[in-house]
């Protein structure tokens, strides 16, 4: 529930893990690799706790209407079950019908809940994942790393390899306006 939208963290290892691929082969000691865990770097930010509040919060309201249809249902089908001798077959099969329509609405409302926090999601994750990778291109740019890795993509890495908590320090820090000032500085450098 808390986590990055899966289609950005699945683009940003599948880019990462191709850069690993196309990069030139470097001797081993000359090579500078690091790895930083992206899903828990952006939820350990301010901005990351903030938006899982928000997300929680949107989450909880979800829940409890889903929980008092559900209720609602078990106990319409407890009774649909008590009346069941003594209701004539076509009121009882009347009943179960409208009993597995509702059933059936409550699973449509759940589907659209999940669809819906996951755009949400999307929508307060997304922002701090883009400020993240600049971050970590400015780390690499900065320390002369050839590859940062996501962690996730990384079946094994040296403890001295992980930078996550460099990058959310730099990312609370405001590390992330420094590397936009890089980027606004190249666009000056290209004119």
């Known amino acids: 529930m808390h986590r990055p939208a899966p289609s950005l963290l699945r683009l940003a290892r599948t880019a990462a893990a191709l850069v690993a691929f196309a990069a030139p082969s470097v001797a081993a000691g000359q090579s ?50 008590k009346q069941s001798r003594v209701l004539s077959r076509e009121a009882m099969q009347k009943r179960m019908e409208d009993w597995q329509r509702q059933m059936v609405e409550l699973q449509t409302v759940f589907v659209d809940y999940n669809k819906e926090l996951q755009k949400k999601q999307g929508e307060l994750t997304g922002p701090i994942i883009k400020k993240m990778m600049i971050i970590v291109a400015r780390v690499a740019k900065k320390s002369s790393y050839e590859i940062i890795l996501d962690k996730q993509a990384a079946p094994y890495v040296r403890a001295d390899l992980d930078l996550t908590e460099q990058v959310i320090q730099l990312y609370n820090t405001g590390g992330g306006e420094e590397a936009g000032d890089d980027q606004a500085e190249k666009k000056d450098d290209a004119k």
């Open 32 to 81: 500078r690799i690091a790895v930083v865990d992206v899903q828990h770097a952006v939820m350990q930010t301010e901005d990351g706790i903030r938006a899982q509040a928000t997300l929680k919060k949107l989450f909880d309201r979800r829940q409890q209407e889903l929980d008092g249809k559900q209720t609602e249902l078990q106990r319409a089908r407890e009774d649909i079950e």
